[in-house]
């Protein structure tokens, strides 16, 4: 079993930057390929970035090209989401997923937290 915590959401003006971070427990997530999705009110969980088990190989869909940064620390079992020039319509519930045995982390991930809310003003 895994246990993925979120933590840095929170209240941001449009065009600011937030990190969050994934913390974690139970079983090294170096196994694992390690995704960030995120879900508004309203709509469907979609996917804002994903990066490999070593971390060589990152993948970002169109809205969070340019913008987010996934990285990973496997040593402390961590997982990063850097998040620049944010825009109103970032404002989410950002979730940390972990999957095995794939390049980049769908909504069938084995592991997910709870989520971590975003809000950014206009």
């Known amino acids: 079993q895994v246990q993925l915590v979120e933590s840095g959401g929170g209240l941001v003006q449009a065009g600011g930057s937030l990190r969050l971070s994934c913390a974690a427990s139970g079983r090294s997530i170096s196994t694992y390929a390690m995704g960030w999705f995120r879900q508004a009110p309203g709509k469907e969980r979609e996917l804002v970035g994903s990066?490999?088990?070593?971390?060589?190989?990152?993948y970002y869909p169109d809205s969070a090209k340019g913008r987010f940064t996934v990285s990973r620390d496997n040593a402390k079992n961590t997982v990063y989401l850097q998040m620049n020039n944010l825009e109103p319509e970032d404002t989410a519930v950002y979730y940390c997923a972990a999957e095995r045995l794939v390049q980049v982390v769908t909504t069938a991930a084995n592991y997910w937290g709870k989520g971590t809310l975003v809000t950014v003003s206009s």
């Open positions: 990066i490999s088990r070593s971390g060589a190989y990152t």
